[in-house]
């Protein structure tokens, strides 16, 4: 039996990919795909959603209302290089035109109209961080982290090298519990590098009432609406995800599974 944790591509072009909170049985996090040719273009904007649009690969014309970013991406491929992004507020309309092939991930939460203007979100204006040891090194690039103005979103991109485990030691964010722990639901946008090889997914609870383990492949979705969720990636095969995260409170404050905590000291 499919998981409902795991959505796979619906198409090979057009919106492949389209997780909304009523299709995944939440409250906050939206996240599409688009996969456009030169010329084609998509259009949205919510009155009560915000949006970062993240090219994945390709170069775009995008404009926000009334700005025009131009020519948005330098990257042809999620593993070459930082992303180019465009912040949207909530009630404000935009559009995208494929001046390469694109891939378009458009990720949406609850957010105030007018709270404030769109804006790009360049290269250089990613920082990026290396996070783990030995076989649990990965590579973090911050798009909309919570330093940086947004209503409810926080997005995120991370590269894990062949053979690594990722999202580890294993961690969750679903109390709202502040200081202590905030809770997000969270999608992960999968990609492998080459395309053909596979990585897995484990999302379970304390308890074990959710305890789901899955094989990802190029291009597949998963559902994080609670618990720790790891990554490991297999030899031979680099794993890229797009997380994105949003619950009431825009920050992130999580706990670690604690029979995997002592892999953090030392």
């Known amino acids: ?65 009334g700005t025009d970013f131009g020519t948005v991406g330098r990257r042809m491929s999620p593993f070459d290089g930082k992303p180019s992004s465009v912040y949207v507020p909530a009630g404000m309309d935009w559009r995208a035109t494929a001046e390469t092939a694109v891939e378009l991930a458009v990720c949406t939460a609850p957010g105030t109209a007018g709270a404030r203007p769109p804006r790009l979100i360049g290269e250089d204006d990613n920082t990026q961080e290396v996070r783990g040891k030995g076989a649990n090194v990965r590579h973090v690039t911050n798009i909309l982290p919570e330093t940086a103005e947004a209503d409810g979103l926080l997005v995120v991109e991370v590269i894990t090298p062949a053979g690594n485990t990722s999202s580890y ?18 999608t992960y946008y999968h990609r492998l590098n080459p395309p053909q090889g596979f990585a897995f997914q484990r999302v379970y609870t304390d308890d074990r009432s959710l305890d789901e383990a899955m094989a990802v492949e190029d291009g597949d979705v998963t559902l994080v ?42």
């Open 1 to 65: 039996m499919a998981s409902r944790l795991h959505v796979k591509q619906s198409a090979a072009t057009g919106r492949v990919v389209d997780v909304t909170p009523a299709s995944a049985g939440w409250t906050y996090v939206g996240f599409a795909l688009h996969r456009l040719q030169p010329g084609e273009s998509v259009s949205g904007g919510e009155a009560e959603r915000e949006a970062c649009l993240v090219l994945v690969s390709g170069k775009a014309a995008i404009a926000a209302g």
């Open 169 to 186: 030691p294993p961690h969750r964010h679903d109390e709202d519990d502040l200081p202590r722990q905030s809770f997000l639901e969270e």
């Open 225 to 266: 609406p609670k618990g720790y969720h790891p990554c490991a990636t297999i030899h031979g095969y680099d794993l890229y995800y797009l997380n994105v995260m949003a619950g009431p409170h825009r920050t992130w404050k999580f706990h670690n599974a604690a029979e995997h905590e002592w892999l953090l000291k030392g």
